[in-house]
């Protein structure tokens, strides 16, 4: 196997430059680099103690970057139990078990659960021939996972329609990279 093959790389923070293994199966493929270093300038001033959330987690290259740079909190959802389980074991090889949850479900069906928690950032990423982010969106603002003024990153291929998204959340950032487009949207507070 080539070096680097089925791993992804924290680019930043206090894990920068480690290497973490993944499950290679079908529909998953980790936010390249240069796309992740684009989000994190984009981010901040955002991820120093924030909860964040990475639905469909996948390799978890994005949650755990923000994790590497600051966040106090994070939770991988993801639903093929392979890949949770070697995401847990990259947490664990991390030493981050205070930190990070893992947990193995469909994004979906337990973002309509009801909860207490409230997010600040949430990475919604799902596999590129799917049609799950406006449904994951919808559920996000209406199931109380968001915090007033969240901040909400979607990733989807660049050659799909952006879907219609909660009036409360307003355009931020966006940007496009090879085959994924990229955008950073901001919840407003509800008044």
Same mark, same amino acid.
């Given at each position: 196997m080539p070096s680097g093959a089925n791993q992804v790389r924290i680019i930043g923070g206090r894990h920068r430059g480690r290497r973490l293994p993944f499950v290679?199966?079908?529909?998953?493929?980790?936010?390249?680099?240069?796309?992740?270093e684009t989000l994190f300038n984009w981010l901040r001033a955002d991820?120093?103690?924030?909860?964040?959330?990475?639905?469909?987690a996948g390799s978890g290259a994005i949650g755990?970057?923000?994790? *590497?740079?600051?966040?106090?909190?994070l939770t991988l959802v993801e639903r093929h139990?392979?890949?949770?389980?070697?995401?847990?074991a990259n947490v664990a090889l991390l030493h981050e078990e205070a930190a990070l949850e893992v947990i193995?479900?469909?994004?979906?069906?337990?973002?309509?659960?009801?909860?207490?928690?409230?997010?600040?950032?949430?990475?919604?990423?799902?596999?590129f021939a799917t049609d799950l982010m406006a449904a994951a969106c919808a559920r996000l603002e209406t199931r109380g996972w968001l915090a007033d003024d969240?901040?909400?990153?979607l990733e989807q291929d660049a050659h799909?329609?952006?879907?219609?998204?909660?009036? *409360?959340?307003?355009?931020?950032?966006e940007g496009r990279a090879g085959q994924s487009a990229q955008r950073l949207l901001r919840r407003s507070k509800l008044r």
């Open positions: 290679p199966v079908r529909g998953l493929r980790p936010t390249p680099d240069r796309v992740r991820v120093a103690g924030a909860r964040c959330l990475d639905l469909f755990l970057e923000a994790l *590497s740079r600051g966040a106090a909190a139990r392979a890949v949770a389980e070697r995401l847990r193995q479900a469909d994004a979906l069906r337990w973002l309509a659960t009801a909860t207490a928690r409230r997010y600040d950032i949430v990475f919604v990423d799902p596999p969240a901040v909400v990153y799909r329609a952006w879907p219609a998204l909660p009036p *409360s959340w307003t355009l931020y950032r």
